[in-house]
């Protein structure tokens, strides 16, 4: 028996020396080249994408992170009720009529006595914000053992003072007066009353608790939250139970034929219509034909369903694919009807496929805007939502909103809104990747 028929046939082996050419040497170093080449573009292209998310994130976080501090004015309050016009034990209408401004008029001008004129008291007012009366107005409401005593409080500073402090806002040089509501003599005040500890820089509460509002300094989030989560709601309580029965139906029972075929193209052409086409469609229906409320998360919730219901029937229908025939034959072979073998064991297993789907497509659905700009949610809101059908906006309408107002508060406000809204997409994210994760089945 020759040496090369008692080799290993499985064996590694030297193929140096086969090609001996150099034209086939050239063709190999060519080949490899090629190869890393195409493993250095690859590598550049992911490298280009995580900077510039990188970017994108950053920028977000250092224009928005200052809007979670909110700049807070301290001044000594006198509650005098004659200065606010009100005798003996004032009603709660009395109190919610009052001028409340003359008493943050008042502590300023005990605290800069030496600002007589009008425009210099007109421009020394300009350091408090105008929602100062209102929360004079809701400390007295609270506890009205307060008219007639002097308390020192914390109060919101203007937008100007809180840019000013944030370096927004630069310090005129020396000499100047400076342009705009900042100018020299308010920025000596500001540094005033940074002296005497009476400027300070506390996190901003009112950005999780309050609506929208014409002053950047008193805008909150809360009121687009609450829509989103009343929009949310609506959708997955339409989609889901209609998405899943349409999976079901099309996978399970629908015959093969001209029409199931013509269904699944429509389908799958509906999941890349433009989403602004859908607000169209609820525009003409829900509030055209049917007089459903404009600008309510009960009309949004129905026009986000209408774009969620594709994506969730096809990531059902994916999902009843993945179960393995032999579960259906089994099931089948000890009795059970086709609806059992279904419901009681198909379905099970292709729950958490489409549960991922579906929490999918709510987070598709919760960064849409297009489509709820065209039933009216881009009012201007200032209260909290209580119900699906009271008048509201949702989280991207609120940013789009603010990002259109030329005030430099605003610009921090709707980064700051943006960083709220990733959150949101990242905790639905990390949702459905857990439910993948802990429901897996291998087969």
Same mark, same amino acid.
């Given at each position: 028996?020759?040496?090369?028929?008692?080799?290993? #046939?499985?064996?590694?082996?030297?193929?140096?020396?086969?090609?001996?050419?150099?034209?086939?040497?050239?063709?190999?170093?060519?080949?490899?080249?090629?190869?890393?080449?195409?493993?250095?573009?690859?590598?550049?292209?992911?490298?280009?994408?995580?900077?510039?998310?990188?970017?994108?994130? !950053?920028?977000?976080?250092?224009? =928005?992170?200052?809007?979670? @501090?909110?700049?807070?004015?301290?001044?000594?309050?006198?509650?005098?009720?004659?200065?606010?016009?009100? *005798?003996?034990?004032?009603?709660?209408?009395?109190?919610?009529?009052?001028?409340?401004? *003359?008493?943050?008029?008042?502590?300023?001008?005990?605290?800069?006595?030496?600002?007589?004129?009008?425009?210099?008291?007109?421009?020394?007012?300009?350091?408090?914000?105008? =929602?100062?009366?209102?929360?004079?107005?809701?400390?007295?409401?609270?506890?009205?053992?307060?008219?007639? *005593?002097?308390?020192?409080?914390?109060?919101?500073?203007?937008?100007?003072?809180?840019?000013?402090?944030?370096?927004?806002?630069?310090?005129?040089?020396?000499?100047?007066?400076?342009?705009?509501?900042?100018?020299?003599?308010?920025?000596?005040?500001?540094?005033?009353?940074? *002296?005497?500890?009476?400027?300070?820089?506390?996190?901003?509460?009112?950005?999780?608790?309050?609506?929208?509002?014409? $002053?950047? $300094?008193? +805008?909150?989030?809360? =009121? !687009?939250?609450?829509?989103?989560?009343?929009?949310?709601?609506?959708?997955?309580?339409?989609?889901? #139970?209609?998405?899943?029965?349409?999976?079901?139906?099309?996978?399970?029972?629908?015959?093969?034929?001209?029409?199931?075929?013509?269904?699944?193209?429509?389908?799958?052409?509906?999941?890349? +219509?433009?989403?602004?086409?859908?607000?169209?469609?609820?525009?003409?229906?829900?509030?055209?034909?049917?007089?459903?409320?404009?600008?309510?998360?009960?009309?949004?919730?129905?026009?986000?369903?209408?774009?969620?219901?594709?994506?969730?029937?096809?990531?059902?229908?994916?999902?009843?694919?993945?179960?393995?025939?032999?579960?259906?034959?089994?099931?089948?072979?000890?009795?059970?009807?086709?609806?059992?073998?279904?419901?009681?064991?198909?379905?099970?297993?292709?729950?958490?496929?489409?549960?991922?789907?579906?929490?999918?497509?709510?987070?598709?659905?919760? !960064?849409?805007?297009?489509?709820?700009?065209?039933?009216?949610?881009?009012?201007?809101?200032?209260?909290?939502?209580?119900?699906?059908?009271?008048?509201?906006?949702?989280?991207?309408? @609120?940013?789009?909103?603010?990002?259109?107002?030329?005030?430099?508060?605003?610009?921090?406000?709707?980064?700051?809104?943006?960083?709220?809204?990733?959150?949101?997409?990242?905790?639905?994210?990390?949702?459905?990747?857990?439910?993948?994760?802990?429901?897996?089945?291998?087969?």
């Amino acid at each position: 028996m020759t040496d090369m028929a008692m080799r290993d #046939p499985f064996a590694p082996r030297d193929l140096r020396g086969i090609h001996t050419t150099g034209a086939a040497d050239a063709r190999l170093r060519k080949r490899y080249a090629a190869e890393r080449r195409f493993k250095a573009y690859g590598l550049a292209a992911v490298s280009v994408a995580v900077l510039s998310l990188l970017v994108l994130l !950053g920028t977000i976080l250092h224009g =928005g992170a200052t809007a979670f @501090q909110s700049t807070q004015v301290r001044l000594e309050v006198d509650f005098d009720p004659a200065v606010l016009d009100l *005798k003996g034990s004032p009603t709660r209408e009395a109190l919610l009529q009052a001028d409340w401004a *003359k008493l943050v008029d008042a502590a300023l001008a005990a605290r800069f006595p030496d600002v007589t004129s009008r425009p210099a008291k007109r421009a020394l007012s300009g350091l408090v914000s105008p =929602g100062a009366n209102t929360e004079l107005r809701n400390m007295v409401l609270a506890d009205p053992g307060l008219l007639g *005593k002097k308390r020192t409080v914390w109060l919101t500073a203007s937008s100007d003072v809180d840019m000013f402090l944030k370096g927004y806002i630069e310090r005129p040089k020396e000499g100047s007066e400076g342009a705009g509501r900042i100018n020299a003599r308010s920025i000596a005040w500001v540094d005033a009353l940074v *002296k005497d500890g009476a400027l300070e820089k506390r996190f901003n509460t009112r950005f999780f608790t309050a609506a929208d509002s014409r $002053e950047p $300094e008193l +805008v909150g989030a809360w =009121g !687009g939250i609450v829509g989103s989560f009343y929009t949310l709601v609506i959708t997955l309580l339409l989609a889901f #139970p209609i998405g899943v029965a349409g999976a079901i139906y099309l996978e399970e029972f629908a015959p093969k034929n001209r029409l199931t075929d013509l269904i699944e193209v429509n389908i799958n052409n509906l999941a890349a +219509v433009p989403s602004i086409v859908y607000g169209l469609l609820g525009l003409a229906v829900f509030i055209g034909a049917f007089g459903m409320p404009r600008s309510a998360p009960l009309v949004g919730g129905c026009v986000l369903a209408l774009m969620s219901l594709p994506i969730i029937i096809i990531a059902g229908r994916a999902a009843l694919k993945a179960v393995p025939p032999s579960i259906r034959e089994a099931a089948l072979g000890v009795g059970a009807s086709r609806m059992q073998m279904v419901l009681h064991h198909v379905l099970p297993l292709a729950m958490p496929g489409m549960l991922t789907g579906t929490i999918l497509a709510m987070a598709h659905a919760l !960064g849409e805007t297009a489509p709820l700009l065209m039933i009216g949610m881009v009012a201007f809101v200032v209260d909290i939502p209580a119900s699906p059908v009271d008048a509201a906006t949702v989280l991207p309408v @609120q940013i789009f909103m603010w990002a259109d107002h030329p005030e430099r508060g605003f610009v921090e406000k709707t980064s700051a809104a943006i960083i709220v809204l990733l959150l949101f997409l990242l905790a639905m994210n990390a949702i459905a990747i857990y439910l993948r994760k802990k429901f897996e089945r291998k087969w």
